[in-house]
C-alpha cells in the first residue's frame, strides 16, 4: 500500500484587523473554528483550490497573492497526515446569497483576540500557527509554486 498524505490548501485573510473564519461541524463533531480550508481536486493548481475553497466556504472571491507557509501534520486521533499549503491575498467580491459548503454552519470576521480566546474551538493547531505565521511576516512569492497540466 502506498502512503499519502492529503494535500490541503487554506486562507489567511485579514481586512481591518479582523480574520475571516468558518464555523464548521466536521464529521458528526462540535463546532470548530478554521480558515476557508479544504482539499486540492483533480486539474487544479493549489492557488486554483485556495480561491475556490474561500468562495464555497465563505462566499467571498479570494485572490491569492502570497504563500505565507507550507505544513505537515498528522491528526493523533485518526493518523491522518496533511500537507497544507497557507496563502494570504484580497477579497475582491462578496456574494451574500451564495449557498455555502455543506458544514459550515457560517463564515465571520474575527479579531485576533477572539481567535486566541477561542482556542479550544479551533479546528487544528494550524489555525493559529497560520495566523502567527502571518503576523510573523512569512511571506513567499506564488511563483514558488509550478503547476503543470
Excluded at 40 to 64: D, K, Y
Aim: net charge negative; with cysteine.
Amino acid at each position: 500500500m502506498t502512503w499519502k498524505p492529503n494535500v490541503t490548501v487554506a486562507a489567511v485573510i485579514e481586512q481591518d484587523d479582523k480574520y475571516l473564519l468558518v464555523e464548521e461541524i466536521p464529521r458528526g463533531t462540535a463546532i470548530k473554528l478554521n480558515q476557508p480550508a479544504g482539499h486540492l481536486e483533480p486539474g487544479e493548481s493549489i492557488i486554483q483550490a485556495c480561491s475556490r475553497e474561500v468562495l464555497e466556504e465563505t462566499g467571498h472571491s479570494f485572490l491569492p497573492e502570497i504563500l505565507t507557509g507550507i505544513y505537515h501534520w498528522t491528526c493523533a486521533s485518526n493518523g491522518t497526515t496533511y500537507l497544507r499549503f497557507t496563502f494570504s491575498g484580497q477579497v475582491v467580491s462578496f456574494d451574500p446569497d451564495r449557498k455555502l459548503d455543506t458544514g459550515i454552519v457560517r463564515a465571520a470576521w474575527f479579531s485576533i483576540d477572539e481567535i486566541r480566546a477561542k482556542q479550544a474551538m479551533h479546528r487544528t493547531p494550524l489555525v493559529m500557527q497560520c495566523i502567527e505565521d502571518y503576523h510573523a511576516g512569512k511571506r513567499y512569492p506564488l511563483d514558488i509554486l509550478q503547476y503543470y497540466d
